[in-house]
């Protein structure tokens, strides 16, 4: 992905989903999902336990790669280009779109060395104890553990780790966030600060999150894509829309249904 | 159907399933404290082999040696020399000084020729640790009747001349330097053998290897391989290493050859041979150090764009040295204690000479004690005890060092 095909195609989004459709060996996982990311907004996607809404999270950086028999069909365009070409390495795609998962799990290493690593590999040139403290102060991290960074970060309450997590995501500068229920391991004060610090990073990035928690979806979010599954069990894209509208005026009954907690 | 009320549906059968639990608790203890007590056995007899008295008779009474009122302790190097030209054959004497001229010898080391081979105090009867304590009255009239020039006196057996002596026809003289320095030679060849290879294996097939056929094949073999008897590694490490790789393992190919070998049975042989032996050991417990490596950390790894090569040498092998190291240390501790192998692939069984590297012919702690014990001399069978706790001693340095170091690099995952 060399630096002349940025923004070819300018349209406000930042990942595109393409008729994508997931498999896991010969089970469709994933069915033709057309989703549009917007550029600095937060996207959540919701819905039913297995239908697919993390596969699908895991698409958009080709982590899915990582499990066993998984392989993806159509297309992700990120920069006018589809991350399943066979000339795009998933590395630099990976370091493009960052992760954070739903178990915080910081490196067994110092907090410093935790935001380090990530730079330090991907080549890093500038100043790496400013670029630490910027990412822990972005992180909304760094007034917390400013004395003890020497510290192992395996050492952390659970929402520290995860905001850990995140510095350590945005250290590498992508240009998404993708965010696996990313609160749903932590207390609600915990969770509370996730939330706020996602308000301030979509400011700079693009953030898509995935959520069992639909007043989260509803509180953080700007747009929504609700998940369901067919006869097959395998995923889809039932409706997306701006957030407000899916949960007070959803168009699609069964989206009706899920959000006023009738199934699922 | 039987209706299901709230009494009667469940049986009263606590006392009896009580009763269960407590049979099993009383079992399991009972496996544990009759190992305890074999081990406990083995402990007793190898101690009571290490010490006890020994009935010495002296070929010349050192009294007898004394020249004009002094004593031999006390006599000054020429008149050793003359005792020890008067005592010993002719034949002998010319020996010793083309070895090395009496005059560039010193006292002490005349002094000790004299009692080796003038005095030479012979062990005539050896008795164990538990009859040295509960039956010294009868040993002491035995002793007086049947040997009546013996001196009896308490001995270990593990002393410093065991520890630096080599190899010797003598027990008086016998020790087991030769079999230590062999012993670490062959464990310090298995080891950069076996563990690159093992690590690297175990590396593979948990971090690349795809799933198919072909590598749960291999698993299994891999498997199977670490129960296979370690006489058929020494088949394998004779056909192998001693007689293919001759060239090789003889050290011809490097113009390095040991002049007492010249063959292919060689430390070189013995320890490349264990290290297949403990291959598979290794590379088990190294797969599953590196399988024990969270997943979460792997992607962590991978979703801030790491390569695969960067994942495992920053994150997977750092979490897994520990069980690695651990794995090879144990493998290792079995590779000491080896002896059926290294009989196939031609341990010497006498060598009073130190090996002196990787080519010299050798000889390991096991070999002795083995070749030890096959012998007629009783003297022998308390040298091998004591022999028999040194290798103990090595093997619970290492097993010791596996958890120092286990503990030491286990971090917080």
Known sequence: MSESNIRVEDNGYAIEARDLSIYYGDFRAVERVNLAIRRNEITAIIGPSGCGKSTVLRSFNRMNELYPTACAEGEVIFRGENIYDPDVDPVEVRRRIGMVFQKPNPFPKSIYENIAWGARINGFQGNMDELVERSLRDAALWDEVKDKLQEIGTALSGGQQQRLCIARTIAVQPEVILMDEPASALDPVATLKIEELMQRLKKKYTIVIVTHNMQQAARVSDHTAFFMMNEDRAGYLVEYGPTNQIFTNPQNEMTERYITGRFG | ?413
Do not use: C
């Not at chain 2, 010319?94 to 010193?106: G, I, K, L, N, T």
């Not at chain 2, 994150?315 to 192998?341: D, F, K, M, Q």
């Open chain 2, 1 to 413: 159907m039987k209706s299901i009320s709230a009494n009667g549906a469940f049986e009263e059968n606590i006392p009896q399933r009580r009763r269960t639990g407590q049979i099993w608790h009383t079992l399991f203890q009972a496996s544990t404290i009759v190992g305890i007590i074999f081990l406990s056995a083995l402990l007793y007899s190898v101690l009571n082999q290490t010490f006890g008295l020994v009935a010495i008779e002296n070929q010349v009474d050192p009294a007898a040696l004394a020249v004009g009122g002094v004593s031999v302790e006390e006599l000054s190097k020429e008149q050793l020399v003359a005792v020890l030209q008067e005592h010993v054959s002719k034949g002998l004497f010319r020996r010793f000084e083309y070895d090395r001229p009496f005059a560039q010898r010193s006292r002490e080391e005349v002094y000790r020729l004299v009692w080796q081979h003038v005095v030479a105090p012979q062990a005539v009867e050896t008795w164990s640790l538990y009859e040295s304590i509960f039956a010294r009255d009868e040993i002491e009239a035995a002793v007086a009747e049947e040997f009546p020039d013996a001196t009896l006196q308490f001995r270990s057996w593990l002393n410093r001349r065991l520890l630096t002596a080599s190899q010797s026809s003598d027990p008086e003289q016998a020790g087991i330097r030769t079999a230590i320095l062999g012993s670490l030679w062959t464990i310090a060849i298995t080891i950069l053998t076996a563990f690159p290879l093992g690590v690297g294996a175990a590396i593979y097939l948990e971090e690349y290897a795809p799933d198919n056929w072909l590598t749960r094949l291999l698993q299994t073999n891999i498997n199977n391989l670490a129960g296979v008897p370690s006489i058929i590694y020494g088949l394998l490490g004779l056909a192998i290493f001693v007689r293919a790789l001759e060239v090789l393992t003889s050290g011809a190919m490097f113009g390095a050859t040991d002049p007492t070998t010249a063959n292919g049975r060689t430390i070189l042989s013995a320890g490349m041979t264990l290290g297949l032996l403990i291959l598979p050991l290794i590379i088990i417990n190294a797969q599953e150090a590196i399988r024990a490596v969270p997943d979460a950390l792997r992607r962590a790894s991978y979703g801030l764009g790491a390569t695969q090569w960067q994942t495992i040498w920053w994150h997977v092998l750092p979490n897994a040295l520990p069980g690695i190291l651990t794995g090879t240390i144990l493998g290792v501790s079995r590779a000491i204690g080896e002896t059926a192998p290294l009989v196939v692939v031609g341990a010497s069984t006498f060598v009073a000479i130190d090996p002196r590297g990787p080519f010299s012919k050798f000889t390991t702690l096991p070999i002795q004690v083995f070749q030890w014990t096959a012998r007629p001399q009783d003297e022998y069978r308390n040298l091998a005890a004591g022999a028999i706790i040194i290798l103990l001693l090595l093997i619970i340095t290492l097993n010791a060092l596996a958890v120092v170091l286990r503990n030491r690099y286990s971090r917080r995952l």
